[in-house]
């Protein structure tokens, strides 16, 4: 049979577009489908426009950090709508990058949403194509429970597009969307007020990392109120009502930020028609129902042999690396002669919340659970880290090793503290290759700094 692509990409993110360059340099005939800018989640709500805001909301810390060192600086006020804009126009420019870059391998690229009519044809518009093989990489979306007056909060989605700077910011949810986001706020100077249903943030972390962020949160004003939920929102003449349970009082902020979770974007695909199978991907709490994740096998294969699915969309491990990752395997595998699938093992990821925390490998709950008590070692340090020497500021830095007692392994290393994710990446590479603590204790620390304390602890 002849077919319009060997490859055609539904969904222009991460993981699409790796793909499809991969595929395309194998001299394979590839098309995208894509129905917003190019770019996917990371680009253009999540990765890019999240860290420059994250670099934005430093600035503050940073005028009353350097009056410490002896200068002197005048009032500081922040231009909300120049802010905004500049950010918007950064990820717009870097869209148009991708879709040169697009241009450059020689992939097409289709606007519009693509549906699967059957397992080689795909609809876009009013036009069918078909293909040799699909690929499915349309990512996620944020997702707000069904509870009274969710209709006035907003998600992930549109807080890059807020026309002024909240006065005070009210959030539901304590993942890492959730506790970076009230960090942000905070550091440009918003009143913010986190709402957890657990005792802390950062389900899923090592606990020591979900102690010291809270904790650091706590102390730069950002108000968090535990074992509570929302129960219903309402719009009144102060801005928006949030309604707790319990007995605690309601809360009046002019934005309500609803970060809790984000599930896979299936619904629309048209995967009942091609006969793809989904798994359930739940999510706790009250007001949610269960989600659906495309089920997929090592590497990235649905239950139909042609058609393969990559990054959130498969709900394996959201990390827009990971998505690269899993489309250049794909790639690797169908058109490049080379057989293989991407581990999940050991990936190294951050929070880039203030205070910032980064980890790599297995928490010291996850190794006790897999080895046992008695076949772990932790090692520790907590510290004040020199640059606040003049600062005043009560900041700290947390560093953690977990180590297999009997082979000296490290399996996992954590860290809450300035520059988090840029001192990880160094460490996830000893991680990923097996190092032993004894490789830890014989590398030279680079001195004074605080990346040094990961090769000195005892």
């Known amino acids: 049979m002849t077919f319009d692509y060997d490859l055609f990409v539904i969904g222009a993110g991460s993981g699409g577009l790796a793909a499809s360059k991969r595929a395309a340099s194998y001299g394979a005939k590839v098309a995208i489908a894509e129905n917003d800018l190019v770019g996917g989640t990371c680009v253009i709500r999540g990765c890019v426009p999240k ?42 420019r870097l869209s148009q990058l991708h879709i040169s870059f697009l241009e450059k391998a020689g992939v097409e690229l289709i606007s519009g949403r693509a549906t699967l009519v059957d397992t080689h044809t795909v609809e876009v518009g009013d036009r069918k194509y078909t293909a040799d093989k699909i690929l499915i990489a349309v990512g996620g979306r944020p997702i707000k429970p069904d509870l009274p007056g969710m209709e006035y909060g907003i998600t992930s989605n549109e807080i890059f597009h807020l026309k002024t700077q909240p006065k005070h910011i009210a959030i539901i949810g304590s993942g890492y969307i959730g506790t ?48 509570t939920v929302v129960t219903a929102v309402e719009q009144v003449p102060d801005g928006l009502k949030i309604n707790l349970s319990g007995d605690q009082e309601p ?25 793809v199978d989904v798994v359930a991907s739940s999510i706790e709490g009250p007001g949610y129902s269960t989600m659906n994740a495309i089920a997929v096998n090592e590497y990235s294969q649905t239950s139909q042999p042609n058609i393969y699915a990559v990054g959130d969309v498969t709900d394996r491990l959201n990390l827009t690396p990971v998505a690269i990752g899993e489309g250049r395997a794909f790639a690797d595998s169908e058109f490049g002669n080379n057989h293989r699938e991407f581990s999940h093992e ?43 020497s003049f600062t005043g500021k009560q900041e700290r830095i947390m560093m953690k090793l977990v180590v297999d007692k009997n082979t000296d392994k490290v399996l996992g290393a954590h860290m809450v503290g300035e520059n988090a994710a840029e001192i990880i990446q160094g460490v996830a590479i000893a991680v990923k290759m097996g190092a032993t603590k004894k490789d830890f204790d014989a590398t030279v620390g680079i001195h004074p700094s605080a990346a040094e304390e990961f090769v000195t602890m005892r």
Do not use: C
């Open 180 to 227: 970076e986001f009230a960090g942000i706020m905070r550091g440009l100077g918003s009143e913010v007020t986190q709402i957890t249903r657990g005792d802390k943030i950062l389900k899923g972390f090592d606990e020591d990392i979900r102690t010291e962020i809270q904790d650091g949160m706590t102390n730069h004003g950002i108000r968090i109120i535990q074992n």
């Open 251 to 275: 809360i009046i902020a002019d934005v309500f930020l609803v970060a809790t979770g984000r599930v896979p974007n299936v619904d629309g695909l048209g995967l009942e028609n091609a006969g």
């Open 346 to 388: 050991t990936v190294p990821t951050a929070v880039f919340s203030n205070p910032q925390a980064s980890t790599v490998g297995l928490t010291e709950a996850e190794a006790r659970a897999k080895l046992g008590d008695d076949a772990i070692t932790i090692y520790r340090t907590r510290f004040r880290p020199m640059y606040h």
């Open 51 to 92: 860290k420059l805001m994250v670099y934005g909301s430093h600035f503050p810390a940073l005028f009353e950090d350097a009056a410490g060192y002896g200068w002197q600086v005048g009032k500081a006020e922040l231009n909300w709508e120049h802010f905004i804009t500049s950010i918007d126009k950064e990820v717009r």
